[in-house]
């Protein structure tokens, strides 16, 4: 399913801006849901992936539950129509004001990531007169093989109660009279191509899970977060990511017990690839070795390759021409580091191009910021 660029419709709008790709994004769903059917598995989507409130109403339309991590998530999965019952809230530095909001609108589950935080939400739900749910964010210390900033399941990470201190958790939150141990959370890092790791996980849980039985202990939740990546490098040959072969991965290897439900944390595989920036040719620069083509969209609009070296595939998606060069495309922004790619082949390009940012969907949107007091990108949809 190829994203198709209304390239009439985008010359009359201000640039740079994020254009969505709807059909794409239900197709997506469609996919991931189709997988799920007749196993007991919930998938929250990630909202830290993208807050779009557009995006919000399709991933609530399609039935899926939602997984914060701020005070200002939670806001914005209630103002697109999601329940508190619907949310799961993580988060390894949650203030009171938020564990507050999470209490008074009976969240699903808090993910907790540490024994001074367990011990607060119990004293907030104890003032409020209620019991919070709360699953135990477990760090298992495998290695997800990915880039430095986005791993997060090693012992080494801030996320999440290590193993030696678990059984301590346990004990800890079973004594508590306003917190309600439903489960265990894991999450080891995004943009996961290789589901070894998965596999790992799944037979770190399963120990976990005897060493619990003999203990006479059991969860009603599991939880194993998100990570599954998406294709950067063809995001037309691969728009929809490989959802069965992740979700085979768990049902292949992780031992549910019986009525115990598995939840995951989608965000990047959702939303990545129904999204890309959009951008206009201001110049096109031929330096002494390279040639630049200045675009009016910065790392503000898109921080991913110069905060995490990514790559996203760019477009000339207005050139008729069949004549290519190599171009290094870079932004307005005063930095170095504002650049999304070197040696793009790309065809003939000339001021007032269109360029596409491909697989933006994810990470992008949500994450631009006004350095420069620049504006925040616009969005647009393909169902407008
Ligand atoms: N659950 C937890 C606890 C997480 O920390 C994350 C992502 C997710 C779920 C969703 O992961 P996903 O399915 O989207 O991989 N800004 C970075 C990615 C940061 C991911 C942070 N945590 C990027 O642009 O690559």
Do not use: W
Request: charged letters at 20%.
């Amino acid at each position: 399913m190829k994203t198709i660029f209304p390239i009439n419709i985008f010359k009359h709008c201000a640039t740079p801006f994020y254009y969505y790709d709807i059909d794409l994004l239900r197709a997506t769903l469609q996919e991931l849901k189709s997988c799920i059917k007749g196993v007991p598995y919930k998938v929250h989507y990630a909202v830290k992936a993208n807050a779009n409130p557009r995006i919000l109403h399709e991933i609530k339309e399609a039935g899926l539950s939602i997984d914060c991590v701020s005070g200002g998530e939670i806001v914005a999965a209630l103002a697109a129509g999601f329940k508190g019952d619907a949310i799961a809230f993580a988060g390894v530095g949650k203030t009171d004001h938020e564990i507050g909001l999470g209490v008074n609108h009976d969240i699903f589950c808090f993910n907790v990531e540490s024994l001074p935080e367990l011990e607060v939400i119990n004293e907030i739900a104890a003032t409020k007169g209620k019991v919070a749910n709360i699953a135990l964010r477990v760090n298992p210390n495998i290695d997800a093989h990915t880039h430095e900033y986005i791993t997060t399941g090693l012992s080494e990470n801030k996320f999440g109660i290590n193993l030696e201190q678990l059984d301590k958790a346990v004990d800890k939150a079973m004594s508590m009279p306003d917190v309600n141990l439903i489960g265990l959370h894991f999450h080891i890092g995004s943009q996961l191509l290789d589901f070894k790791p998965y596999e790992m996980l799944c037979n770190r849980i399963n120990e976990l899970q005897d060493h619990f039985d003999a203990r006479g202990i059991s969860f009603k939740i599991i939880n194993v977060g998100g990570g599954l990546g998406i294709d950067y490098d063809d995001p037309d040959g691969n728009p929809i990511p490989d959802f069965k072969g992740y979700f085979d991965t768990f049902k292949q290897h992780l031992k549910l017990r019986p009525g115990q439900e598995l939840h995951f944390e989608l965000g990047r595989s959702i939303v990545g690839q129904c999204g890309s920036l959009i951008a206009r040719v201001l110049y096109v620069k031929n330096g002494t070795k390279r040639n630049f083509i200045i675009v009016d969209a910065g790392m503000t609009d898109l921080i991913r390759p110069a905060l995490y070296q990514a790559h996203h595939v760019a477009e000339n998606i207005t050139s008729t021409s069949t004549e290519t060069e190599l171009y290094d495309i870079v932004g307005p922004i005063c930095e170095s580091s504002d650049k999304f790619a070197s040696d793009e082949k790309l065809p003939s390009t000339h001021r007032g191009d269109l360029i596409a940012l491909r697989s933006a969907g994810a990470y992008g949107e949500v994450m631009a910021m006004q350095y420069n007091c620049r504006n925040l990108p616009k969005s647009h949809f393909s169902h407008d």
